[in-house]
């Protein structure tokens, strides 16, 4: 979707909830300067839903906003990016 952007800092606020079949396939992959994310999604449990969405997005000190209900653990490429910060 917005892929290969490195020109985007703060990326859209994603509401949804309950995510679906790869809806976030490769969404941010090689956002390099991809510094915010909010993401409020509690269910992640869709066949490939983040796969690779934060691919090569590993700036250090970016902040991932998480739903307070959200159980998920998902750290790298397929999750929150390595030495992010989770709100």
């Known amino acids: 979707m917005l892929g290969n952007c490195g020109e985007l800092i703060n990326g859209p606020d994603l509401f949804t909830r309950t995510l679906t079949s790869y809806c ?10 991809l ?27 970016g902040v991932f906003y998480k739903h ?3 159980t998920w653990d998902s750290i790298g490429a397929d999750g ?4 992010w910060n989770i709100v």
């Not at 976030?24 to 300067?33: A, K, Q, T």
């Not at 449990?45 to 969405?53: D, E, N, Q």
């Open 35 to 61: 510094s915010r994310i909010k993401m409020l999604a509690t269910d992640i449990s869709a066949s490939g839903c983040l796969t690779k969405w934060m691919n090569n997005v590993e700036k250090a000190g």
């Open 68 to 70: 307070v209900s959200a």
């Open 80 to 83: 929150v990016p390595n030495n």
């Open 24 to 33: 976030y396939y490769y969404m941010f992959s090689n956002c390099v300067n």
